[in-house]
Nanobody, 122 residues
Framework: QVQLVETGGGLVQPGGSLRLSCAAS?????VAWFRQSPGKEREFVSV????????TYGDSVKGRFTISRDNAKNMVYLQMNSLQPEDTAIYYC??????????????????WGQGTQVTVSS
């Protein structure tokens, strides 16, 4: 049984930082973060391969967000710095059990967490 559970969301002022965590259990996975705000499509944020050697970022977060993982703890992290109001969204972690390529589209991911709200506001 694969389970993904996100934690770490909250309210932060513009320019602030948050770290999201995704507890990923059940099998080895490439793990991605997506986000969705009201009225918008789910947007790719970042992805990390199972071994951690490959990462990719969406253009809107490049240079501000960092994805990492600790497989000994079955955890994936998203460090978010220089947050702006446009980063406000529900953030989801998603898992893909396939080896090889890492994917940027949400329909490529089999497993999803319940999401955690991030609000950037003064």
């Amino acid at each position: 049984q694969v389970q993904l559970v996100e934690t770490g969301g909250g309210l932060v002022q513009p320019g602030g930082s948050l770290r999201l965590s995704c507890a990923a259990s059940g099998r080895t996975l490439n793990v991605a973060w997506f986000r969705q705000s009201p009225g918008k499509e789910r947007e790719f944020v970042s992805v990390i391969s199972w071994g951690g050697s490959r990462t990719t970022y969406g253009d809107s977060v490049k240079g501000r967000f960092t994805i990492s993982r600790d497989n000994a703890k079955n955890m994936v992290y998203l460090q978010m710095n220089s947050l702006q109001p446009e980063d406000t969204a529900i953030y989801y972690c998603a898992g893909d059990p396939r080896n090889g390529l890492i994917y940027l589209r949400p329909d490529e991911y089999t497993y999803w967490g319940q999401g955690t709200q991030v609000t950037v506001s003064s």
